[in-house]
């Protein structure tokens, strides 16, 4: 926590407008996976993917350009990268000039793997792919696929995770299914901002009950974690509690700072959900 409280999170900070790559702050992954118990061999596959909404900079003649960019982090990756940095970062694109957005995009693909694998051996690459705003409306909205388990009308009265909630029927036929729900809620672990997300759980094992998971999902309300923690501790706990055979786990969040974080994660090889905003994002 030392590490984190050290990073721009938090802080007043000034706000450059020339280009710094050193302005990104990576947050190692190891410390919150070792409290999960999880093994240098992770147990899933899966990446974070970023939205950025607020990205400009200068052409070669002063004239302003904006643009989006939809970023893969891989999860395996040695480091996240603190999300307040990034948008400075970000926005020290914004008074630099560029050629064209083909060397904003080499900027962007390089300063991120580096602050993704900082310390390690690269094993894989940060993906980046700019939006133009000729494209702005080919961007579509898309609610996350499958039954919401918000449809049950129960009583919740745990707001901190509460593994324990969760069962399946062991003694009966697998099944598939795909849940969702828009009541996952969590808190900035440093700041204790909200942070809101929709979830969708993609398994196939014993059934798992409906209503303890959805309970499940509320006892995050009161959590202190960022999103890829919470994500991976949903899956160790849905995993492990309900004996699942296949499982993924992908959380939508809503944007802070012009930037939303959806990390995805999976036990079995399957291509990456499309970065698709839900309603809310």
């Not at 008074?95 to 390690?120: I, K, P, Y």
């Not at 980046?128 to 996350?144: H, N, S």
């Not at 129960?154 to 598939?176: F, G, K, R």
């Amino acid at each position: 926590m030392s590490i984190i409280r050290s990073s721009p999170l938090g802080q007043t900070t000034p706000y450059a407008d020339q280009y710094d790559a050193t302005l990104l702050y990576p947050i190692a992954r190891a410390p919150q996976r070792d409290a999960l118990g999880l093994s240098a061999r992770l147990p899933f596959l899966g990446a974070d993917l970023w939205t950025a909404f607020e990205l400009s900079w200068l052409n070669a003649r002063g004239k302003p350009q904006v643009a989006l960019a939809h970023i893969t982090v891989p999860c395996e990756s040695a480091n996240m990268i603190e999300s307040k940095s990034l948008k400075l970062y970000l926005g020290s694109f914004s008074n630099s000039r560029f050629a064209d957005a083909a060397e904003v995009l080499t900027h962007l693909r390089t300063d991120l793997n580096e602050a993704a694998w900082r310390g390690a051996v690269v094993q894989s690459s940060v993906g980046v792919k700019l939006i133009a705003a000729e494209q702005f409306d080919r961007e579509p909205l898309y609610e996350l696929d499958g039954l919401s388990l918000d449809r049950l009308d129960l009583d919740c009265d745990a707001y901190t995770p509460a593994a324990q909630l969760l069962s399946s029927q062991t003694d009966e036929a697998p099944v598939s299914e795909v849940l969702t729900s828009n009541l996952l809620k969590s808190n900035c672990p440093v700041t204790g901002q909200p942070d809101w997300a929709s979830v969708q759980i993609n398994y196939f094992g014993p059934q798992i009950d409906q209503a303890g998971l959805l309970r499940y999902i509320v006892s995050f309300r009161n959590h202190n974690g960022f999103h890829e923690d919470c994500v991976e501790r949903m899956f160790m706990d849905i995993q492990t509690r309900c004996q699942t055979h296949k499982l993924s786990v992908y959380a939508r969040y809503t944007r802070r700072g012009g930037l939303d974080i959806n990390p995805f994660r999976t036990s079995f090889p399957q291509a990456l959900p499309a970065n698709v905003r839900t309603g809310r994002q």
